[in-house]
């Protein structure tokens, strides 16, 4: 079948009809082209009873999506005009009728899989191999395995072209009951991009991008926290863009960025209240009247209101309707929250300096404008926290333009409301905003020895017509402490040192030459691809320290973690253990130390990360235990009033909590229906007795060679992995 098709596309491919599609090409001569490359890139049988096509197409990327079905078998594909497949997707009713076995798990049940993701990855590095073009390929990334019978795999990794990253991934799955592929695609499916693809060659070295790139570098010195527990110092910042990239032919700073959110609207919050019935005969726990305790003093919605609306600078004016109040409790600190919120409809435009176009300030008689107010207040006392306005109307933004200096009325407000915070600090930046009315907005923040700390901050907008605060916020935490700013170093020198904590990479990336703006409210770029050298690091910089010179940076994680033991080699369980480390089970630390005695806390580990959960085993201390404990908790592995970290754990109780997670738990409660066989039953309690004998059938344990199972001494943690083995080995 596959020859067929290659013949009839050759034949195709002769008649000179294989050029990109004309004004007069028909539509089904072009479905007819596609669908042949498809099926022959695919090897699509002919097995399918029904078949359509459907066109998407500008002038920049059309596509065609391919539907094949019959009654067992759907199959969707995406491709381009010459049959490049960018998106791939087949079900079939066999993949609605697993066995129930297959796939079900417990909350925790861990198993090794039927087919590993090792056994299933070559699938879908073949269907790839298959779908990708000249010069492209894709390395899949590398994930631990998973330790249970999954039903699908799913692949993912960077599109490279002529062997250099690109912006683009690919993401392919594969279905683990046959091994078929059921989806794939490009993250380029929906890109329009124009012009050719560059030569992979670049023009100008990295260290000339790099030189090229720091001519645009910004920093600015300024108060920052990097450890919680020592005083805030001065910082150099990055202030610039982080989208620019070196062209690699040309040496163009290009930036990368093209995506610029349209204001969009906001649905009023639902203020809807449910009604209570208080049952006044019902007893109040202490805990319940200390509750309740905590709203006493607070002011009710009404004198809330009435409060708001005394103070002509927030613009609660009586054209706004009182729509609710909220009431929060901070547990930690007591504190009330109140929010109230307001809604203004129909209302005259030219109250509040609506624009009608982008030149002028005249409104539009025929459209009123909606307005939301929000609110929110220390409950007792009446102190403003946050203050919130959206404008909702069919009028144009206005033309930005540099704010106005800080309307008096407004600064007298904040320094009567808030004069110790702002005292304390100066103007960091100003901006006029334009949505539906025309608004300045301020950002004061603390300064102290002459550099701005931004996280002490107070941010108003206020409407420029009407003069009212539209919004307001602040953030302010007295307990930060500022180490003195003394020698502080240039910023040329600092300059230099974040320059050079980049490495300049060769790729491809998508440069914006066009807008288009779709319905989602988004301006979606049109592209080029071009070759550019890319500023990387390897994690997060925060800045230069302005004292010591030194960067001040995180690196980031990178993959799953791994285990490596450095003490197993003359263990007897060593393959089995090292078995357990492929799939990420273990502990997470240098050695292993087979012999030791397994305490409760390491039987806990060593499950949990059966299940996925990673502790590094030296970096555990009082509040990650607590998380691990309450893990072992909710997953059934403890009951909740056991909690003895170092108590050593028996070789019984290893047993009862492998087989306590396994749907025979309960039969294994049954007295009088087990013979385990060892020659030391007696030593096995009544109430353990059943779990030992199924776990003996389930071949997790089989017993010395004495014929004795030793119930009640301290397993070690090479016999504990070795029954986790086997206990991961048993039939689904």
């Given at each position: 079948m596959r020859k067929t098709f290659a013949f009839i596309l050759a034949l195709i491919l002769s008649l000179g009809i294989s050029a990109p599609a004309s004004a007069a090409e028909s539509l089904d001569s072009r479905l007819t082209k596609v669908t042949l490359a498809v099926k022959n890139t695919l090897d699509i049988p002919d097995t399918f009873d029904a078949f359509y096509g459907s066109l998407s197409e500008d002038v920049y990327a059309p596509f065609w999506s391919l539907y094949w079905s019959n009654e067992i078998e759907q199959l969707n594909v995406t491709a381009n005009e010459s049959g490049k497949v960018f998106m791939y997707q087949y079900d079939s009713r066999e993949d609605n009728d697993y066995p129930v076995t297959f796939y079900y798990r417990s909350l925790f049940d861990p198993i090794f899989p039927k087919v590993t993701r090792k056994m299933a990855k070559p699938y879908a590095e073949a269907f790839i191999a298959k779908v990708l073009t000249a010069g492209e390929s894709v390395e899949l990334e590398e994930r631990n395995e998973s330790p249970s019978n999954e039903r699908y795999y799913s692949y993912s990794g960077t599109l490279k072209i002529n062997g250099l990253d690109s912006p683009f991934s690919v993401y392919v799955t594969v279905r683990t009951a046959d091994l078929k592929i059921t989806d794939f695609s490009r993250s380029d499916l929906y890109t329009s991009v124009q012009g050719t693809l560059p030569s992979p060659e670049a023009s100008i070295t990295p260290d000339k991008a790099s030189e090229i790139?720091?001519?645009?570098?910004?920093?600015?010195?300024?108060?920052?926290?990097?450890?919680?527990?020592?005083?805030?110092?001065?910082?150099?910042?990055?202030?610039?863009?982080?989208?620019?990239?070196?062209?690699?032919?040309?040496?163009?700073?290009?930036?990368?960025?093209?995506?610029?959110?349209?204001?969009?609207?906001?649905?009023?919050?639902?203020?809807?209240?449910?009604?209570?019935?208080?049952?006044?005969?019902?007893?109040?726990?202490?805990?319940?009247?200390?509750?309740?305790?905590?709203?006493?003093?607070?002011?009710?919605?009404?004198?809330?209101?009435?409060?708001?609306?005394?103070?002509?600078?927030?613009?609660?004016?009586?054209?706004?309707?009182?729509?609710?109040?909220?009431?929060?409790?901070?547990?930690?600190?007591?504190?009330?929250?109140?929010?109230?919120?307001?809604?203004?409809?129909?209302?005259?435009?030219?109250?509040?300096?609506?624009?009608?176009?982008?030149?002028?300030?005249?409104?539009?008689?025929?459209?009123?404008?909606?307005?939301?107010?929000?609110?929110?207040?220390?409950?007792?006392?009446?102190?403003?926290?946050?203050?919130?306005?959206?404008?909702n109307g069919k009028y144009d933004e206005a033309i930005d333009a540099q704010a106005n200096p800080l309307d008096s009325a407004v600064e007298s407000w904040m320094k009567t409301n808030f004069s110790d915070a702002f005292s304390a600090c100066e103007l960091y930046f100003s901006s006029a905003a334009s949505n539906i009315v025309a608004q300045d907005s301020y950002t004061y923040c603390q300064k102290v020895n002459g550099y701005f700390y931004t996280g002490n901050s107070m941010n108003v907008t206020v409407n420029t017509f009407t003069g009212t605060i539209d919004n307001f916020s602040m953030y302010w935490n007295d307990e930060i402490s500022f180490a003195p700013a003394d020698d502080v170093i240039s910023v040329d020198s600092a300059l230099n040192t974040y320059a050079e904590a980049y490495m300049f990479t060769l790729g491809y990336t998508l440069k914006p030459i066009e807008e288009r703006t779709d319905y989602s409210g988004y301006y979606p770029a049109v592209y080029e691809i071009i070759l550019s050298y890319s500023p990387v690091f390897d994690g997060y910089i925060t800045g230069v320290d302005a004292i010591t010179g030194e960067l001040i940076s995180e690196r980031y994680e990178t993959g799953d973690m791994i285990i490596i033991y450095n003490d197993i080699g003359s263990s007897y369980a060593r393959a089995k253990i090292e078995a357990l480390a492929e799939y990420g089970i273990g502990f997470y630390a240098d050695s292993f130390k087979p012999t030791l005695g397994l305490t409760e806390k390491d039987m806990i580990l060593l499950l949990l990360s059966a299940s996925g959960y990673r502790y590094l085993y030296d970096d555990i201390d009082d509040n990650s235990l607590d998380r691990i404990y309450q893990s072992a908790y909710s997953l059934g592995i403890l009951p909740r009033d056991q909690r003895s970290p170092e108590r050593p754990v028996t070789r019984i109780e290893m047993v009862r909590t492998l087989v306590g997670i396994t749907t025979y738990a309960q039969a294994a409660e049954i007295k009088g229906i087990f013979d385990c066989g060892f020659t030391d039953d007696g030593d096995i309690s009544d109430s353990d007795y059943g779990y030992a004998a199924i776990a003996k059938g389930l071949k997790i344990i089989s017993g010395n060679t004495d014929g004795t199972f030793r119930p009640n001494e301290t397993i070690t943690r090479q016999e504990a992995a070795v029954m986790l083995y086997n206990f991961m080995s048993r039939d689904s």
């Open positions: 790139l720091s001519d645009t570098y910004e920093l600015e010195p300024l108060y920052v926290v990097t450890d919680q527990e020592k005083p805030a110092h001065v910082v150099y910042v990055p202030q610039h863009s982080m989208t620019s990239v070196v062209d690699a032919k040309t040496g163009e700073i290009v930036s990368t960025s093209l995506y610029y959110p349209l204001y969009g609207g906001r649905g009023l919050a639902d203020t809807a209240e449910a009604g209570m019935k208080a049952d006044h005969n019902a007893g109040l726990t202490p805990t319940e009247l200390l509750g309740i305790s905590k709203l006493e003093g607070v002011y009710t919605g009404e004198e809330l209101d009435t409060m708001l609306r005394s103070r002509a600078i927030l613009g609660v004016t009586d054209e706004f309707s009182f729509t609710g109040v909220n009431y929060y409790v901070d547990n930690e600190t007591d504190e009330v929250t109140a929010r109230i919120d307001y809604w203004a409809e129909g209302q005259n435009p030219e109250v509040y300096g609506a624009f009608s176009d982008n030149s002028s300030q005249t409104s539009v008689p025929d459209n009123t404008l909606s307005i939301y107010k929000s609110f929110e207040l220390d409950a007792k006392t009446g102190i403003l926290k946050n203050v919130y306005t959206y404008y």
